[in-house]
């Protein structure tokens, strides 16, 4: 049986709920520590930027790679995490 697209997306949205997980910005679906893939750029998005949708000055098809739970994590604790996944924090 074949997964329709809003299943597929349901799959993708859990998944990037996990640390270390890959997904594209528009894909996230829990507050944390996020790296842009293309730039490097940490992402901190709160519980209400993701309830209501908001992204903050990233285009939606770059990719994040979740690396805390804590969208309250400090920068060198970030990147300590990041260098875990061969992730360079650059801003």
């Given at each position: 049986?074949?997964?329709?697209?809003?299943?597929?997306?349901?799959v993708q949205r859990s998944r990037s709920a996990r640390i270390g997980c890959t997904c594209?910005?528009?894909?996230?679906?829990?507050?944390?520590?996020?790296?842009?893939?293309?730039?490097?750029?940490?992402?901190?998005?709160?519980?209400?930027?993701?309830?209501?949708?908001?992204?903050?000055?990233v285009p939606s098809d770059f990719r994040v790679t979740k690396i805390s739970s804590d969208?309250?994590?400090?920068?060198?604790?970030?990147?300590?995490?990041?260098?875990?996944?061969?992730?360079?924090?650059?801003?």
């Amino acid at each position: 049986m074949a997964t329709t697209p809003a299943e597929t997306r349901q799959v993708q949205r859990s998944r990037s709920a996990r640390i270390g997980c890959t997904c594209f910005l528009d894909q996230i679906a829990s507050p944390g520590c996020y790296v842009v893939r293309e730039t490097g750029r940490l992402l901190r998005v709160t519980a209400e930027q993701v309830r209501d949708y908001h992204r903050p000055g990233v285009p939606s098809d770059f990719r994040v790679t979740k690396i805390s739970s804590d969208p309250g994590l400090s920068r060198i604790q970030a990147r300590q995490v990041a260098a875990r996944f061969d992730l360079d924090v650059t801003s």
